[in-house]
């Protein structure tokens, strides 16, 4: 599947189970918890409509972020999924013309917020979905780049019995976790705790697993 079709694919879903799920979107997110369920439909249909209008400057920031959910804080939950579903042909021609990895971060927040939507209704699923798969190839693709631009010894992901090595060199140790868990850490969906209790073939880092500066782990143990 193209970046477009997993995208178009993955919006159709979420707007389906948020439709059959209306009366719970006002509960709260616990993946993310200043928000409720809705407030991440508002983040993920805001994406889109920024997407298409150009309206890119302070992407991923918070204050771009907020900005997002507070537009459409007095919409109810139709209004937000008809916004996502009318902006969402123009952004699928957009990722058709991106360059090669130029949509992983979009799909990797998409993925990142289906699972937090997920999480909060109690509807598990999506876990070895092609999005997952794509999100994972693109996830650890950029840690790999992070770790090696910063010379750091390599480490072997072990995720469902599947070996990623990141870094520099042979593996000075490796780490084994569920493909899942190991992608909901990434954005700061688990605790150092939880992370830290992973089987670690070696000390236990899990400032590592971050994906960037601006996650952090969760304050509290995240079971989903």
């Known amino acids: 599947m193209t970046d477009a079709e997993l995208y178009r694919e993955a919006r159709a879903m979420l707007c389906a189970l948020a439709r059959e799920q209306v009366e ?7 993946a993310t918890p200043a928000w409720r369920v809705r407030d991440v439909l508002s ?3 805001g994406v889109c409509d920024d997407l298409v209008h150009g309206n890119v400057e302070g992407v991923a920031t918070d204050p771009w972020t907020a900005a997002q ?20 042909d123009a952004a699928d021609a957009l990722i058709d013309a991106f360059p090669p990895g130029r949509s992983g971060q ?7 917020h289906e699972q937090d939507i997920r999480g909060a209704l109690g509807i598990p699923g999506g876990r070895d979905s092609a999005l997952c798969s794509r999100t994972w190839e693109w996830t650890t693709d950029v840690m790999d ?3 090696r631009s910063e010379q750091r010894a390599a480490l072997g992901l072990v995720a469902d ?14 780490v084994r976790a569920a493909r899942f868990d190991m992608l909901r850490a990434m954005s700061g969906r688990r605790s150092v705790g939880q992370i830290a209790g992973w089987a670690w073939d070696g000390p236990a880092d899990p400032d590592r697993i971050l994906l960037a500066p601006f996650f952090h782990p969760a304050s509290v143990d995240l079971h989903e």
């Open 106 to 112: 979009l799909l990797f927040d998409t993925w990142t």
């Open 145 to 147: 780049g992070r770790d």
């Open 161 to 174: 019995g599947v070996t990623r090595e990141v870094g520099v060199g042979p593996a000075a140790s490796s």
């Open 24 to 30: 719970a979107l006002d509960g709260p997110s616990p």
């Open 43 to 45: 983040h993920v249909a």
């Open 69 to 88: 959910v507070d537009k459409r804080r007095s919409w109810t939950p139709e209004a937000i999924l008809d916004d996502w579903e009318r902006n969402g």
